[in-house]
């Protein structure tokens, strides 16, 4: 037979009753952890989310999913490619590829794409990820990341960049802009053997504008010269404003005859315009000079000068016209 413990190995009523106060109390811990955990999680503008790499399922997901997605954290964690299906399609093979470092490298710090939530709206994440456990043999268990809603971030930074590179008035290039992109493409051309043409333009008799219906008709004067710039130009074309009533054109791949006839198409549009004032339409005409690249050609200034030169000619015979230097 067992032999049965002597009564005093026995816990007392009084040692029952504690051991039961104390594993109340533990359980009360553990579960005002675990709402604790779950608050953090829920106040959290983070998606959380945890990968298994070998079976390719997404095993968990926080609640700010269905906040940033829009869709309900049970489509993805039932299947993976609902989450791919969500990458903007531009970004699918970079967050693909990304994701694929993070199994290579064991963690990637920031890899940026855009997501379409399902009201159809573009956001941008940030997703730092890393691999959590690997299997004996080294190979990836568990892939865990963190995407952050970047959306305003990105915004701010293309509204600054915006401001850093655009004349405000006219919301053409600036003069620093333009120039630093005009060097780009002059190096380019160079190098490449490519045509180039420089195209600079002046408002005729602008101050007689503003002197007669003030600066206010002068700026919408400007503003109207800068969308004719922007209709009549060609992708990959500049057009910026560079100080007062001058504008500037450059034509990457453009020969003489070609930006003649773009230049021709822009000195319509502008003659076109009929800008209201008390005194009723106001009509506007540009003065313009051409230079294009050259053998000879040393820095952009070369092509800036003659430009300039063709320009003041073109003033000097009478307006309204293009010259080419």
């Known amino acids: ?20 106060l104390h594993a109340r109390a ?4 553990l579960r005002d952890r675990e709402q604790l955990f779950s608050a953090l999680l829920e106040s959290v503008n983070a998606v959380l989310w945890a990968l298994d790499w070998r079976t390719q399922q997404i ?4 609640p700010a999913y269905e906040q940033i997605f829009g869709r309900s954290p049970s489509l993805v964690l039932s299947d993976y490619s609902t989450w791919l299906n969500n990458i903007y399609p531009d970004d699918l093979e970079y967050a693909q590829r990304t994701l694929e470092q993070v199994i290579e490298q ?24 890393f691999v959590s456990q690997r299997s004996e043999a080294g190979m990836p268990l568990l892939v865990v990341g963190i995407a952050e809603d970047i959306t305003e971030k990105k915004r701010m930074e293309e509204e600054l960049q915006r401001l850093a590179t655009t004349d405000v008035l006219t919301r053409s290039s600036n003069r620093r802009h333009f120039f630093e ?6 190096e380019f051309a160079q190098s490449e053997g490519e045509p180039l043409a420089f195209l ?5 008799d602008f101050k007689k504008i503003n002197d007669r219906f003030g600066h206010q008709m002068g700026d919408q004067v400007l503003q109207r010269v800068a969308e004719c710039g922007a209709q009549t130009t060609r992708r990959g074309d500049l057009f910026g404003r560079i100080g007062g009533e001058e504008f500037a054109l ?3 791949g453009c020969d003489a005859e070609l930006a003649l006839q773009i230049g021709s198409r822009l000195q319509r549009a502008v003659r076109q315009l009929a800008v209201p004032t008390t005194d009723g339409p106001l009509k506007v005409t540009i003065s313009q000079g051409l230079a294009v690249l050259r053998e000879g050609d040393t820095s952009l ?4 000068v003659r430009a300039d030169e063709a320009m003041y000619q073109a003033k000097r015979q009478g307006k309204d016209q293009i010259v080419h230097g």
Do not use: H
């Open 26 to 29: 533990e359980a009360d811990r």
């Open 250 to 252: 450059l034509l990457p």
């Open 181 to 186: 992109s005009a060097q780009r493409a002059f």
């Open 200 to 204: 600079l333009l002046d408002i005729d």
């Open 1 to 20: 037979m067992d032999e049965q413990p002597p009564l005093s190995a026995l816990p007392t009523p009084e040692e029952n009753l504690l051991a039961l």
């Open 59 to 62: 095993i968990y997901v926080s």
């Open 301 to 304: 200034d070369t092509l800036y």
């Open 106 to 129: 064991g963690a990637v710090e920031s890899r940026e794409y855009r997501i379409i939530r399902a009201d159809g709206e573009i956001r941008w994440l940030s997703d730092k990820c």
